[in-house]
């Protein structure tokens, strides 16, 4: 599915340009043609190639995950660009509207009615295939820090999202969180662990965690085991848009499973994912079924990574949520069950725990205080600190979880249990 959604291969750009010059008549022999790439509604690649006598302007661009085409063709008056877009049949689909200065397009695009506008920037450049946009421009990553902090054996796990930093420290049994503000794009954060240490935390050397004693001047280093990238990947024809922003391991069974975790829901959107060229003859507004797909760590180590995988879609009711623990060491999914069946718990002993911590979660609105009650807590993941139980993902309620911390479990582990290491 990732190839897909990852682009299409672009065309020699010799070619590219005869064909720009086709289109013109033979006794106008001054065309100027323009290659440019950069993206649609700042989101989605595009391709862009036309020329200009210096009056009339002809052309085509490619939605390049897609490789769907649109042509274009209008006039220029004062580096001024007004653009008729229509589509293979010769269906006007568009307009776009711009000002192109030598060395980039900057303009917007409308659709038939001349409504819905969305940016559209591109810059000149000698082939298409120079063009290699950064999808995630806020660069999501975790890592996963180990180390000694005067003589402790010591971890911590950081999450950085465009929005925020996630910390959490856990030395003797202990645990530190802490939540920071990213949006002031700050490179350096520190966390207060206790009255006389303090952990600094530069982003611009992620490889290491420094903690401070501001008693006796000592520092110690944490440094990282493990770290994840994500990336984003996209798809945009004329009706529809698909994006996933993605955790990319190293381990490639864990890559394909989650690959294969996201094709059941990019299965059921599939059917649209296919141009009707009906559909968009008629269809006023770009971008008509939508789907979002992404992941959210909860846990990572040199040894296991969990989380939540969620799926929204304008062709499925609801947010799907599907929650996974995977043994990174023997590449293969860890299912609930199989953590029940490494206690000596019986199953009338992890019913009253399991209810016993429901019933401490509500709130202080009694309609969700009613909701929670309906709801099952089986999205199972790992945390520092312990079992994670969630309910499903609800667009009016959010989400809600209740803990089991592993000093609660480890007198039920029997010796096998991998949590006997937590």
Not at 135 to 163: A, R
Not at 166 to 176: I, L
Not at 357 to 373: A, G, L, P, R
């Amino acid at each position: 599915m990732t190839q897909v959604l990852s682009g299409q291969n672009v065309r020699p750009s010799h070619i590219i340009r005869d064909e720009v010059k086709s289109l013109f008549d033979r006794d106008i022999k001054n065309v100027w043609v323009i290659l440019s790439s950069g993206k649609l509604d700042d989101m989605h690649i595009i391709d862009m190639a036309f020329g200009t006598d210096g009056h009339h302007v002809k052309g085509f661009y490619y939605l390049r995950s897609s490789g769907e085409r649109f042509e274009i063709d209008g006039y220029e008056k004062n580096n001024q660009y007004t653009l008729v877009e229509t589509s293979k049949r010769g269906k006007t689909t568009g307009f776009i509207l711009g000002k192109f200065d030598g060395n980039a397009f900057s303009g917007e695009w409308m659709n038939a009615n001349k409504k819905n506008p969305l940016s559209l920037e591109t810059k000149v450049l000698s082939s298409f295939d120079q063009y290699q946009p950064v999808l995630c421009d806020h660069k999501i990553w975790h890592g996963y820090y180990t180390g000694k902090i005067e003589k402790t054996p010591s971890s911590v796990f950081l999450c950085k999202s465009e929005q925020h930093i996630g910390f959490c420290c856990k030395s003797a049994g202990s645990f530190v969180f802490d939540t920071l503000d990213n949006t002031k794009k700050s490179t350096v954060y520190t966390i207060q662990l206790s009255r006389s240490q303090k952990a600094i935390v530069d982003l611009d050397s992620p490889e290491y965690i420094v903690v401070e004693n501001v008693d006796d001047y000592q520092n110690y280093l944490l440094k990282v085991s493990s770290m994840v990238h994500f990336q984003c990947f996209e798809f945009a024809n004329f009706t529809t848009r698909i994006e996933t922003i993605l955790p990319v391991l190293e381990n490639k069974k864990f890559n394909l499973w989650l690959d294969q975790t996201l094709s059941h829901w990019y299965d059921h959107g599939h059917k649209k994912l296919t141009l009707n060229t009906e559909e968009s003859n008629s269809n006023q507004h770009r971008y008509k079924d939508v789907g979002y797909g992404w992941v959210e760590l909860s846990y990572l180590s040199d040894e296991y990574i969990s989380g939540h995988v969620f799926m929204q879609s304008s062709w499925k009711k609801g947010t799907e949520k599907v929650s996974f623990i995977y043994d990174l060491k023997r590449s293969n999914q860890i299912k609930p069950q199989d953590i029940w069946n490494g206690t000596l718990l019986t199953q009338e002993k992890i019913d009253s725990i399991y209810t016993a911590k429901k019933n401490q979660v509500f709130s202080n609105d009694k309609k969700i205080d009613s909701w929670i009650t309906r709801q099952d807590f089986h999205h199972l993941t790992l945390k520092e600190n312990g079992l994670s139980f969630q309910t499903p993902f609800s667009n009016i309620y959010g989400e809600y979880e209740f803990i089991i911390p592993y000093e609660e479990l480890k007198p039920h582990l029997k010796n096998k249990s991998f949590l006997k290491n937590f």
